[in-house]
């Protein structure tokens, strides 16, 4: 669900969003753009003014209108200059809904463009700011655009993971945005399968990611140490997730083991499902799992192979899943595939750094305004 706050302009409706429980009854108030208020002696200007930030407003201008701001703030610089509500436009926040502290919408840059055409061709400019309203959103549920997308940047031997897998048609990065999925909290306390991990077993991985024993004593805190690993492939550690990066030019070959530990039904026997990624089969031995107590722990291993004698190079992800079901519970395992640099699979795997930038111009980021986003 998103929640939308309608502008109304006139007679005009335009749809933003934001969580606006504000309830201005329907009343018209004047309607000004931040640029056209500036605070001169604040040592303000147009531009900065344009952003509403705290301070740049002049409040015998603001008081008891509603603001049209570029881009997105906290909203102080209105409250505090006494103005009425905000109007932020931006393009960029169009998946999620925030409060603020005023009666407040987000509407499109093109909206906002139309808006302060308005204010500068008409003599009275009015407007209102209704009340939030739920609609339902068809793409939901979905992951959020500002939020991170893999491969790990730690390590290409890792999907990180939830629990119900999502729509894959609403984001192309698959795996890459959802991991496993949306949690699902009721199953989530009843999993039926568990996937144990001790220290030892994340030591190990860090070893041979790389860490030495020095580096993994300041994080364990004990006497624990990298003596007799090699650094490589970390698919042994029992995650509940099958992450493949193959180098470019090299077969699609990788090898699981996993233990899983039975905590659903004492009697239960689970068998695998498979969906292979493309270009490969993904073999499950064994593919039937027996338990006859609570607790009691059995291993499998997964092999993912492509065909004999064929290299792969610059392969979007692909996926495929190991779904294991004693007619009860369903434990579902995703499996990614894709590839990466020659030389990037030791630990020094790395992908080039995402710049962090902020909206608005130079003297905003001195100035510790705007919102941080990643290219």
Same mark, same amino acid.
């Given at each position: 669900? *998103? ?8 007679? %005009? ?29 604040? &040592? ?30 906290? =909203? ?6 006494? #103005? ?14 925030? +409060? ?9 840059? %093109? ?21 939030? $309203? ?7 549920? +979905? ?42 909290? !009721?199953?989530?306390?009843?999993? &039926? ?27 364990? =805190?004990?006497?624990? +140490? ?9 698919? /042994? ?49 064994? +593919? ?31 996926? #495929? !899943?190991?779904?294991?079901? /004693? ?9 990614? *595939? ?16 995402? $710049?962090?930038?902020?909206? #608005? ?6 100035? &510790? ?7």
């Amino acid at each position: 669900m *998103l929640l939308f706050a309608l502008l109304s302009i006139i007679s %005009e409706k335009v749809q933003g969003t934001a969580i606006n429980t504000f309830d201005l009854n329907g009343t018209s108030y004047p309607l000004i753009w931040g640029g056209d208020a500036v605070n001169f002696s604040a &040592g303000a200007n147009t531009e900065l003014a344009s952003y509403c930030w705290q301070g740049y407003l002049s409040s015998t201008q603001v008081k008891g209108k509603i603001v049209l701001c570029d881009g997105v703030d906290d =909203g102080s610089g209105i409250l505090v200059a006494n #103005g009425v509500g905000a109007i932020w436009s931006d393009s960029f926040l169009y998946d999620v809904s925030y +409060s603020w502290d005023i009666p407040t919408t987000i509407v499109s840059s %093109e909206d906002g463009e139309r808006i302060l055409d308005y204010i500068r061709t008409s003599e009275n400019p009015i407007a209102t700011i209704l009340v939030g $309203e739920t609609l339902k959103d068809v793409m939901a549920p +979905s992951v959020v655009s500002f939020s991170s997308r893999g491969p790990s940047i730690i390590t290409p031997d890792i999907l990180k993971v939830t629990t119900t897998r999502m729509d894959p048609t609403k984001h192309v990065d698959l795996e890459f945005a959802y991991g496993a999925g949306h949690i699902n909290p !009721a199953k989530a306390v009843k999993p &039926g399968l568990v996937f144990d991990a001790s220290v030892a077993d994340y030591v190990n991985f860090l070893c041979k990611q790389g860490y030495n024993t020095t580096r993994v004593r300041l994080i364990t =805190g004990d006497n624990r +140490s990298c003596n007799g690993t090699k650094i490589g492939r970390a698919w /042994d550690l029992n995650y509940p997730s099958f992450s493949l990066a193959i180098e470019d030019g090299k077969r699609i070959m990788g090898v699981f083991p996993r233990t899983v530990t039975n905590v659903g039904s004492a009697n239960s026997t689970y068998t695998a499902t498979i969906t292979s990624p493309a270009l490969c089969t993904v073999k499950v031995e064994p +593919s039937t799992l027996t338990f006859s107590t609570l607790g009691e722990k059995q291993s499998f291993t997964v092999t993912i192979a492509g065909k004999k004698d064929v290299a792969v190079s610059n392969l979007p992800i692909t996926s #495929g !899943a190991i779904v294991w079901s /004693d007619g009860t519970y369903t434990v579902r395992t995703p499996i990614v *595939l894709y590839t990466i640099l020659p030389g990037s699979n030791n630990g020094s795997y790395s992908m080039p750094a995402k $710049e962090a930038n902020f909206f #608005g111009s130079p003297q905003n980021q001195k100035n &510790g305004h705007g919102f941080l986003r990643r290219n």
